[in-house]
Each structure stands twice: as C-alpha cells, then as structure tokens.
T-cell receptor, first 115, second 114 residues
C-alpha cells in the first residue's frame, strides 16, 4: 500500500517566490497534518484537518502561509511570498480516523530552501 | 498546555551498550497518549509505540522497551544491546484526547559507534 506521498521532495527557490507543497494522504485516512521541522524549533504543527475541515491552524506562522484540503486525497501548503527563514523540512502526515488516537503516518518530507 | 521535554540532546554509545532515552511530559488532561518515533538519517519519521494514560504497563518489543510512570510524568525508552542501525533521532510525543495532533519533544540524537 502507498504511504503518504509528498511532492516535491526538494525545492530551492528565491526569496519572494511562491512555493506550493503537495500531499496525498493514505487512502481512507480522514485526518491530515502539516508539520515543519527545523534545527532550532524541532517539529512544529502548522495545521491539521479532520474530514477535510481545518481544525487548528494556530501553528501557521503568518498570513504568508495557507493550507487547503479540497478533497480527502489531496492537500496543499502554500507560502507566498517565501522568505529565507521558511527554509525547513515540511512533513505531511495522516491518521486513519478523525476522532482516533492512533499514530500518525508521515510522508518523506519536502525540503525547502529559500535563498 | 502540553509540553514534552527530552533533556538529552545527543547521546553517543558503543555498540552493544544499553541506552535509555528520557521523556518527561506535562499535561492537565487526564486522558492522553504518548508516542515514540524514530527518524533515521534518511529523514522519514517511523512510528515505534503508542501508550495511553490508563495503561502503565511497561512494554518490550525485541531490543526495545518502554517504561511509563505517571507518578513522574515520564515515558522513557531503552534500547538493549544497541546496534549501529539504531543511530537516529528519537522523538517523544504527546496527544491529549482523541483526534488531536501530536506535540513533539525536541528529539534525542543517538549515535551508536562500532
């Protein structure tokens, strides 16, 4: 079975450019999470969705960040305009049930470098 | 508020040594869930274990064991007879109630040398 699929795996862009990260959760999973990992701050939750509805976006750094989940099999995280401090690894994860306590299954991450 | 503290930033051991990774958590919820994940050098996050707050039984899985103590708010992870392949960053995480996201500690980087 396919796991969580993220694209692109690596992105290098220049400050001010728009960046779109994509995620396909495991089929049948009803919760989706976006995390950011940096050396300084570790793994931070940005936003999560239950049944395609955003539940908690308090971790989204500022208005430059936006996330959508138009359907159960696809989500995007957009940064516009990007800044060097946005450089990080962005992980998408999914969980089987929205009201579950089960583990999160993570994608391989998207490594973003903003020059 | 929930918080997970992994006080050990880096640990280095020689192969076959036992090593314990510490995890201390804070939460006001009476129902919560604790997790450990492994992040090998390749970068992916691999689930290791989940434990709920009502189950204080220790668990053993091969060379891995976990000690959950509510009295000290700790959920420590021990690797017995460590191997080079155990080299990774290990994260402890906490989730309160159902359907919530995981709050991760900063991680402990374990290096096992031959």
């Amino acid at each position: 079975d396919a796991g969580v699929i993220q694209s692109p795996r690596h992105e290098v862009t220049e400050m001010g450019q728009e960046v779109t990260l994509r995620c396909k959760p495991i089929s049948g999973h009803n919760s989706l999470f976006w995390y950011r990992q940096t050396m300084m701050r570790g793994l931070e939750l940005l936003i999560y969705f239950n049944n395609n509805v955003p539940i908690d976006d308090s971790g989204m750094p500022e208005d430059r960040f936006s996330a959508k989940m138009p359907n159960a099999s696809f989500s995007t995280l957009k940064i516009q305009p990007s800044e060097p401090r946005d450089s990080a690894v962005y992980f998408c994860a999914s969980r089987l049930l929205a009201g579950d306590t089960g583990e999160l299954f993570f994608g391989e991450g998207s490594r973003l470098t903003v020059l | 508020a929930q918080k997970v503290t992994q006080a050990q930033t880096e640990i280095s051991v020689v192969e076959k040594e036992d090593v314990t990774l510490d995890c201390v958590y804070e939460t006001r919820d009476t129902t919560y869930y604790l997790f450990w994940y492994k992040q090998p050098p390749s970068g992916e996050l691999v689930f290791l274990i989940r434990r709920n707050s009502f189950d204080e039984q220790n668990e053993i899985s091969g060379r891995y064991s976990w000690n959950f103590q509510k009295s000290t708010s700790s959920f420590n992870f021990t690797i017995t007879a460590s191997q080079v392949v155990d080299s990774a960053v290990y994260f402890c995480a906490l989730s309160a109630n159902s359907g919530y996201a995981l709050n991760f500690g900063k991680g402990t980087s374990l290096l096992v040398t031959p």
